[in-house]
């Protein structure tokens, strides 16, 4: 049987067809229509200034936190679930971690529409490569299958900035995928505007000998951190842990709460604020 | 509200080597105002809008419906562009009917919202410039609600505001409705521990708050109620200024 090679052809515009209304065909024919041959264009004489005034409708919020680490005994998965449009706060219960098979996970950064569906057209894809080649698909190979779309859409305007985490023969893996086309493995990630305050505290308390309890805890202090100190992040924070049967909901803590949990207010001692209004010295004047 | 520019072809002047060219061009999105409700219960669900069209400063009806009803069990209310919102339920009434014929069964509440959300980004590139609530009754009978942005990421929520008066009514919700995040876990029910009769209440008020300070928003407002016993609508009239 000749090796389908279409995917390497230079992308068609304009070719658009409707996934999931064509009659039964073998694997590799369904594998082809998983892809919705290139989302159909606009016929417009300058696209580039037309999907910069779109893209405004769409406001795709890379205020956010998630993280990423792999450890001795599997991955954790901690995310925020804050979507702010600009200065407001559109919303302050996203899914950020996309559950696309029991075995794979996927976090949201960046444009949330763009995240749900291709992370949900991998999860279909992964499922074609269980059935055609009766084995699971690696993170590698599912990271690959994304980190390639992605990059024939390069340019067009998608926004995201994923990790695609799981563990697969060689163990426990993630991988960080963005909309640029680029595909990192590695052994801890953060992304997102409040990463730099994730990084912190997980680079701190890092080692690879962790238990999962004081694991899954590290991802959520660290997540709680960044949505101390950033504006942009918030609401609940979710931890996901994968281990070799697959992934688990560990917890979903609101940010009030732990805050609240890892500095209890003690009633008999004041803590000074951080600032605070001075009195004017009263000057007998004029 | 993001998108500003008007409907007219406009005609600018282009400087090449001294001589000026007229291009003109023609923007296809307009804002048609208005503010969507919905609200999700232990076995109801409300979505509510008002009946106001607007373009620009200018009012074109009072009595224009942002909601249809797609199946037994889903409701969809819209606010947006109006155009985009009629060619979005003639797309979903359209692939609801080959379901049917497919399935031999209607279409459930979780399923519509999953291929509204892939009817929008299928669109990822001209979206439809519409704003969704989709209201129902899942499979257990329970209320839910699921927001959508324009080009279809989506989740189910409690409760949800679309549309110019969105941030006007969206924190008075917040205060009442008491419902739980949905990403708690151990998970607890997001819908609003309030009776239908006082959802209800919440919306009607709401949206009088709403029609006071925000100009999109007025006329009437259109209740749409889907429970056990089926799905009724009711409308109130609301301040015409």
Same mark, same amino acid.
């Given at each position: 049987?000749? %090796?389908?090679?279409?995917?390497?052809?230079?992308? %068609?515009?304009?070719?658009?067809?409707? #996934?999931?209304?064509?009659?039964?065909?073998?694997?590799?024919?369904?594998?082809?229509?998983? +892809? #919705?041959?290139?989302?159909?264009? #606009?016929?417009?004489?300058?696209?580039?200034?037309?999907?910069?005034?779109?893209?405004?409708?769409?406001? #795709?919020?890379?205020? $956010?936190? $998630?993280?990423?680490?792999?450890?001795?005994?599997?991955?954790?998965?901690?995310?925020?679930?804050?979507?702010?449009?600009?200065?407001?706060?559109?919303?302050?219960?996203?899914?950020?971690?996309?559950?696309?098979?029991?075995?794979?996970?996927?976090?949201?950064?960046?444009?949330?529409?763009?995240?749900?569906?291709?992370?949900?057209?991998?999860?279909?894809?992964?499922?074609?490569?269980?059935?055609?080649?009766?084995?699971?698909?690696?993170?590698?190979?599912?990271?690959?299958?994304?980190?390639?779309?992605?990059?024939?859409?390069?340019?067009?305007?998608?926004?995201?900035? %994923?990790?695609?985490?799981?563990?697969?023969?060689?163990?426990?893996?993630?991988?960080?995928?963005?909309?640029?086309?680029?595909?990192?493995?590695?052994?801890?990630?953060? +992304?997102?505007?409040?990463? $730099?305050?994730?990084?912190? +505290?997980?680079?701190?308390?890092?080692?690879?000998?962790?238990?999962?309890?004081?694991?899954?805890?590290?991802?959520?202090?660290?997540?709680?951190?960044? %949505?101390?100190?950033?504006?942009?992040?918030?609401?609940?924070?979710?931890?996901?842990?994968?281990?070799?049967?697959?992934?688990?909901k560990i917890s979903g803590d609101d940010v009030n709460d732990l805050h609240y949990a890892y500095y209890p207010v003690q009633s008999t001692q004041q803590t000074p604020p951080e600032q605070s209004m001075t009195d004017v010295a009263s000057t007998s004047s004029s | 509200m993001a998108c500003t520019l008007s409907m007219e072809a406009q005609a600018e002047g282009v400087e090449t080597r001294g001589v000026v060219k007229n291009r003109s061009s023609f923007n296809p999105y307009d804002n048609n105002g208005g503010t969507c409700v919905a609200i999700a219960g232990e076995d109801y669900c409300v979505i509510a809008a008002d009946t106001r069209l607007s373009t620009g400063f200018s009012i074109l009806t009072r009595d224009a419906s942002k909601i249809v009803q797609l199946s037994e069990k889903s409701v969809l209310g819209t606010s947006g562009f109006q155009a985009d919102m009629k060619t979005l339920q003639k797309m979903l009434n359209a692939k609801n009917q080959v379901y049917r014929h497919q399935h031999n069964k209607e279409m459930s509440c979780p399923a519509m919202a999953q291929l509204l959300s892939n009817t929008l980004y299928y669109k990822r590139f001209f979206p439809y410039y519409t704003f969704n609530l989709l209201g129902g009754l899942d499979n257990e009978g329970k209320g839910c609600v699921y927001t959508y942005d324009a080009v279809g990421s989506y989740e189910r929520v409690g409760y949800s505001v679309q549309g110019t008066g969105q941030q006007l009514v969206v924190p008075v919700l917040d205060n009442q409705l008491k419902s739980a995040s949905p990403l708690l876990y151990p998970p607890q029910s997001t819908a609003t521990p309030l009776t239908e009769s006082e959802a209800v209440d919440i919306v009607k008020d709401t949206m009088a708050s709403a029609g006071e300070r925000d100009i999109y928003t007025g006329d009437a407002v259109e209740v749409v109620i889907i429970n056990r016993q089926g799905i009724r609508r009711e409308t109130f009239p609301l301040k015409k200024d």
């Open positions: 049987m000749r %090796t389908d090679l279409s995917c390497l052809d230079p992308p %068609t515009l304009c070719r658009s067809r409707l #996934p999931g209304l064509g009659a039964e065909e073998d694997v590799m024919g369904l594998l082809e229509k998983t +892809v #919705p041959g290139r989302l159909e264009l #606009p016929q417009v004489a300058d696209l580039d200034a037309f999907e910069k005034s779109a893209v405004q409708m769409v406001k #795709p919020s890379k205020g $956010t936190t $998630t993280l990423a680490f792999i450890y001795k005994d599997g991955v954790v998965v901690a995310v925020d679930s804050r979507a702010s449009m600009g200065p407001y706060i559109s919303s302050q219960t996203v899914k950020k971690v996309i559950e696309i098979n029991p075995y794979l996970l996927g976090t949201m950064a960046g444009g949330a529409a763009d995240c749900q569906f291709w992370q949900r057209n991998l999860g279909l894809r992964c499922r074609l490569h269980e059935l055609g080649n009766k084995k699971r698909i690696s993170v590698a190979g599912a990271s690959k299958l994304l980190a390639n779309i992605l990059f024939s859409y390069r340019g067009m305007g998608l926004s995201m900035g %994923t990790m695609i985490a799981g563990w697969d023969d060689t163990g426990p893996n993630v991988y960080y995928i963005d909309s640029d086309g680029a595909r990192l493995k590695g052994q801890r990630f953060s +992304v997102g505007s409040g990463s $730099t305050y994730a990084y912190g +505290v997980l680079d701190a308390g890092y080692k690879w000998d962790l238990k999962k309890e004081a694991a899954c805890e590290l991802g959520r202090r660290a997540i709680y951190h960044a %949505t101390f100190r950033d504006a942009a992040s918030g609401g609940t924070v979710s931890v996901y842990h994968i281990g070799p049967d697959g992934w688990e | -």
